[in-house]
């Protein structure tokens, strides 16, 4: 006979992983699934005082006296619909490695019965073929985040891709920085850090860090910064600083302007279908985007950015032309 902890354990992992409002168990199969699993046998009564007491330090178990049937557990930590969508975007995110990936969508999974484990596994599991293969991806996050927390300063190597398609180091020398902060922009996670030698802010993506050391050397933030309000003029995480910037765009493109730069944006509406846009952004960032909407914007202010990308057209014209 288990004692009241074990069996208390072992009734919750049974709703848990066998029962939903589609699979609602009866008194014997729990009975059971109990002397099955765990070689547990006790009486109806035992069995109805437990799932009380379950159901008093929280568990929302819905009995029999709300189904006429049986048993199963109507509410978990995390929904199936939170499931679903949190196991896709890590199934598809390309920064965390295959193995990295199921090991997290396994735990998740496990707050789920086992039908919904099935679905999901079922429905999803292709080959990402676009996965990071730094394996050291998270070992990676663990170092940033103590040496975040001790003020330390982190010396790493920098990676590329070579034309092997390996990753190699971009430089000789090792990268040192002070770390402040992980985000988490366009799909990929960085870190912005203080670059001493350069007196600015910098960032690095993760899945391209290598051999991370924390060094003895401690740091004072001595920049107060919002690292969302930082990335918000980084488009597609371009270094530079930030410039104003008008642009003229059709209306066709409203909601990727919008989506790109966010609403703290100045949004003028035009005659003929078309608005003018006043935004803040970094140069090179803000040029390869205008070039993807070449068809829908033009850059009106500052004349050099306009400048830069009516030479950029002309040199990819001379391209295409030979």
């Known amino acids: 006979m288990a004692d009241k902890n074990q069996l208390l ?6 709703l848990t992983s066998e029962s939903d409002d589609r699979h609602i168990l009866t008194t014997n199969q729990i009975l059971e699934l109990l002397k ?5 046998q006790i009486e109806r009564r035992t069995l109805y ?6 159901q008093e330090f929280g568990h929302d178990i819905n009995d029999y006296s709300e189904n006429n ?4 557990l109507d509410s978990r ?5 939170e499931i679903n969508l949190l196991c896709h975007s890590i199934h598809s995110s390309h920064i965390i490695p295959d193995n990295s990936s199921k090991q997290l969508i396994d735990k998740l999974l496990s707050t789920q019965n086992r039908y919904v484990k099935s679905e999901f596994n079922n429905r999803v599991y292709s080959k990402n073929y676009r996965k990071s293969k730094n394996k050291e991806f998270f070992l990676n996050i663990e170092l940033l985040l103590e040496a975040i927390q001790q003020h330390k300063t982190i010396s790493f190597e920098y990676t590329k891709y070579n034309h092997n398609k390996q990753r190699v180091p971009r430089r000789e020398q090792k990268y040192q920085i002070c770390p402040y902060d992980l985000v988490y922009v366009n799909e990929r996670c960085y870190l912005i850090g203080f670059n001493e030698k350069h007196q600015s802010l910098s960032h690095y993506r993760i899945d391209k860090m290598k051999d991370i ?9 001595i920049i107060d910064f919002s690292s969302y309000d930082y990335t918000a003029t980084k488009i597609y995480m371009y270094s530079g600083s930030e410039t104003s910037i008008t642009m003229r765009c ?9 989506d790109t730069f966010g609403t703290n944006i100045t949004i003028l509406k035009q005659e003929e279908d ?15 985007w205008a070039l993807q909407y070449l068809k829908h914007c033009t850059v009106l202010e500052p004349a050099a950015i306009k400048t830069e990308i009516l030479d950029i057209i002309e040199q990819a014209k001379n391209r295409y032309s030979n």
């Open 49 to 54: 005082s437990n799932i009380k007491t379950l």
């Open 274 to 288: 078309t608005f003018i846009a006043h935004i803040s952004s970094s140069k090179d960032g803000l040029i390869f």
């Open 77 to 81: 930590q995390f929904e199936e619909s």
């Open 69 to 72: 049937t049986g048993y199963y």
């Open 250 to 258: 059709d209306d066709c493109i409203l909601d990727d302007v919008i």
């Open 213 to 221: 050391e924390i060094l003895e050397k401690k740091f004072t933030r």
């Open 36 to 40: 099955a699993r765990y070689d547990i």
């Open 9 to 14: 354990l072992a009734l919750l992992e049974i």
